[in-house]
DNA sequence: GGTGTCGTCAACCATTTGGTTGAGGGATTG
DNA sequence: CAATCCCTCAACCAAATGGTTGACGACACC
């Protein structure tokens, strides 16, 4: 159903965060709005690298952008996070202890018992 | 301290589960071990690209292969994903109801008030 | 030993990514 | 109006992605 919009958007999204600069502009925006310019400074890049940056984010709708004026202002926009929660979400008892479904597996029949 | 490594491994995580073909893949691995050509099957690619794609997963650390004669055995590895998910975790006060640090975000002088 | 199956290696290709520089458009301010 | 600041658009570039085909190596089986 929603399948198939949901796999483009967990696209988008994941590709977002896997990018250091990309992470470390959102973990500044979870402090705040902030201006292209303003985003640019900490990173050794030209404001316009920036803004690319930021059209990937918008486009994973991460980031929204209100402009006043020809001051642009940034902002945090976690929800579509939730997405990408929830795919992993899916996996987490892989790792926190309780193998249920990994016990399963270990029974069946292994290719190579090695 | 262990930033570096942190911020690339969680480049590789999330790159590795950006991509609609490679969730697949690790879906049908979390229902058990699979051979590459049985993994290659369902998508309509050639066993080749799905090579690939196991290639990423395992750059991710996603991904073990166990090799026994020409038999591979692909199996999930998911404990990376921990490290992404408490990446998210950081952010998910932002959509979960609970914004207190938010509201501690909101009491600070803000750039531009508008 | 020959044949077939499984998987990777290597080359190739089109597209995307992540960065640069330079030009320019739109507000604000002098 | 002119100058300046903020940001985007456009072109360009090297490298990575996501796919293809073809050849080959290693086992398994007859």
Redesign the interface.
């Known amino acids: 159903m929603t399948r198939k919009v949901e796999?483009?958007l967990?696209?988008e999204?994941?590709?977002a965060?896997?990018?250091?600069t990309r992470?470390a502009l959102?973990r500044r925006l979870?402090?705040?709005?902030?201006?292209v310019t303003?985003l640019a400074e900490p990173h050794g890049m030209s404001v316009n690298a920036i803004s690319k940056h930021l059209f990937v984010l918008e486009r994973a709708g991460l980031l929204r952008r209100?402009r006043?004026g020809h001051?642009q202002?940034c902002l945090?926009e976690?929800?579509p996070?939730?997405t990408?929660?929830e795919?992993?979400a899916?996996?987490?008892h892989?790792?926190?202890g309780k193998f249920d479904?990994l016990a399963d597996?270990m029974e069946?029949p292994?290719?190579?018992k090695?």
């Not at 965060?17 to 250091?20: G, K, M, Q, R």
Request: avoid cysteine; aromatic fraction near 14%.
């Open positions: 796999e483009g967990l696209d999204v994941f590709h965060l896997a990018n250091t992470r959102l979870a402090e705040g709005p902030a201006r303003e209100s006043k001051i202002s945090l976690a929800a996070m939730a990408a929660d795919w992993i899916g996996y987490r892989f790792w926190n479904r597996f069946r292994k290719v190579r090695e």
